[in-house]
């Protein structure tokens, strides 16, 4: 979500507290049921890949 500021050019990100701009469990389902393998595992979308804290590979598992 983004807004313009009084005065200002172009917009910017909203930012949450605690999550009260979504809910954050219902996203974490979402995610986990539309990128579930075969095999169980997660794979991490593409979109989430450079705000993740960890090393992923090209396939979408996470490494380490």
Do not use: C, W
């Amino acid at each position: 979500a983004r807004f313009r500021p009084d005065g200002g050019k172009g917009t910017e990100f909203v930012h949450t507290l605690n999550g009260s701009g979504l809910a954050v469990g219902r996203t974490l389902i979402a995610v986990m049921e539309n990128y579930q393998r075969e095999d169980g595992s997660i794979e991490v979308p593409e979109a989430l890949r450079p705000y993740m804290g960890a090393r992923i590979d090209p396939g979408g598992r996470v490494i380490g």
